[in-house]
């Protein structure tokens, strides 16, 4: 009987990993595609609170995304006196609840984790987060739902 419940493990952790485990960060890493949003989360020590209990919705820019920011910015956000700024950023990508594309009708608006409020519309059965395109929506993880988006998330004003 062990050894059945010991397969049966396996296989659930096998096929169904990032449902049953994986958490925001865990996910973003596993893609393969979000290596400076990763760095950026790091540094700015926001990546151990998207491991937490959640739930999050994270608007994630693609490592694609960071390409129309400049390398001096980019570096320069990531120094220590800079760190203010980068946590201000990133939080205009997150939320404290679990939102679905499915969710979204028409427009609204939310409080981002920085403070920030957001629009986020469907057009055409195509989701928008302020100017960023959902490339990828409803991403589901331990801890909430990511949605891939084309463009890092800059302030309105």
Request: proline share 3%; net charge neutral; charged share 25%.
């Amino acid at each position: 009987m062990k050894k059945f419940y010991a397969i049966l493990v396996i296989l659930i952790t096998t096929i169904f990993p990032s449902i049953a485990f994986a958490n925001v960060i865990d996910k973003l890493i596993e893609t393969g595609k979000f290596m400076k949003l990763n760095e950026t989360l790091t540094k700015s020590g926001l990546s151990e609170n998207l491991k937490g209990e959640g739930p999050f919705t994270v608007f994630a820019p693609l490592d694609d995304a960071f390409a129309a920011i400049s390398a001096q910015t980019y570096y320069g956000l990531l120094r220590e006196e800079n760190k203010d700024k980068l946590v201000n950023i990133l939080g205009r990508h997150v939320f404290s609840k679990k939102l679905s594309s499915s969710e979204i009708n028409n427009e609204i608006k939310l409080k981002a984790l920085n403070g920030e409020e957001v629009t986020i519309k469907k057009v055409n059965g195509i989701v928008y987060i302020n100017e960023a395109e959902v490339v990828t929506a409803d991403v589901e993880v331990s801890n909430g739902i990511i949605h891939f988006i084309n463009r890092v998330l800059q302030p309105l004003n």
